[in-house]
């Protein structure tokens, strides 16, 4: 079969398309993969940077939609199911993903929004429902609003209840943060603190969704955005920068930075998976989720994905396509 293969470790460069044998499934899910997600851990894993290191050469993607081919007897699955699953190698015409991270896709989503779903979205929900303890009514602010992650946000946040306020960095941006329904937008690349302080009357949101990182500086001016008792959740460094904080302005202003690993936390725990994803399939039947799709590639096309990620050119999440 074919499948996106990383033969070195020099990021998009080193990424190809190869013949590589069917994979046996063994007590696990083969799934006929039939869209992929690409997402800023791919591009760390395509140079060797994330936490998870595979040994050369491997098969990209950790998530994707497609149809049950074999299932262990007793797990709910059925050959010809569609599911959307989370497991290593999903860039490619067939992969194994475990029973505890394999899930019914809802009729409403299609396949690239099904390879949307899994990681995105169930880290924002562990980031705002579990590590923020997000409470409906209140409100809450999501930096790079407009990509994967960021527009999982949104959705999650507005299905828990919540105000949302999308920062971004452009018109097309804006664009897409409405489309995934931000309540309102702030622009990063106009004094965007001034526009928020306007938006809350001056009292600052409760929660900052940031899968960002960045500078010292713009940590501290996050910290200052936030009301009393708010909540930042640290989900990642998309910028590249890790920055620090010192913990005097936590202490002073009554605020709280907290992380949100989500598959350190939930892969070892099916239990807390399956409730995340009946509260998805509940926001998703209530018409509050829906995926925004970005571009669409072909195999061939992931290494152009991982650059427009890695140069943050991506809008909304970025899906390979096999085409049957």
């Known amino acids: 079969m074919k499948a996106v293969v990383v033969h070195e470790l020099t990021g998009p460069d080193g990424v190809i398309v190869s013949d590589v044998p069917e994979p046996d499934a063994g007590d696990d899910v083969l799934v006929e993969v039939r869209a992929a997600g690409i997402s800023y851990p791919d591009v760390m894993m395509s140079r060797g940077t994330y936490q ?47 029973v505890a991270t ?117 940590l501290r001016e996050h910290l200052r955005c936030l009301a009393v008792e708010g909540r930042l959740v640290v989900i990642g460094f998309a910028s590249g920068a890790i920055p620090t904080i010192g913990l005097n302005r936590l202490l002073f202003r009554n605020v709280s930075v907290v992380g949100a690993a989500w598959g350190a936390f939930a892969l070892a725990r099916p239990e807390y998976l399956r409730e995340v994803a009946a509260d998805l399939d509940r926001m998703v039947g209530a018409g509050q989720v829906r995926p925004l799709v970005g571009t669409s590639y072909p195999m061939a096309g992931v290494a152009d994905a991982l650059r427009d990620i890695e140069q943050r050119r991506a809008v909304g999440k970025l899906v390979m396509e096999v085409r049957s």
């Open 52 to 98: 998870y290191k595979a040994p050369l050469p491997f098969t990209l993607g950790i998530e994707a939609a497609g149809v049950v081919r074999s299932a262990p007897d007793g797990c709910g699955l059925r050959p010809g199911d569609r599911v959307a699953c989370f497991g290593p190698g999903a860039c490619a015409e067939q992969m194994v993903a475990p």
């Open 102 to 218: 394999t899930f019914p896709l809802p009729a409403a989503l299609d396949f690239p929004q099904g390879a949307a779903l899994i990681m995105n979205y169930h880290t924002a929900h562990f980031a705002l429902a579990r590590r923020a303890g997000l409470r409906a009514g209140e409100t809450v602010l999501v930096l790079g609003a407009a990509g994967g992650v960021g527009t999982a946000a949104l959705q999650v946040a507005r299905g828990l209840g919540a105000r949302t306020i999308a920062a971004v960095s452009s018109e097309a941006k804006e664009k897409a943060a409405y489309s995934a329904g931000a309540d309102e937008v702030v622009r990063t690349d106009a004094d965007w603190s001034v526009a928020l302080t306007a938006l809350t009357n001056g009292a600052g949101v409760d929660v900052i969704v940031d899968p960002v990182g960045g500078s010292d500086d713009q």
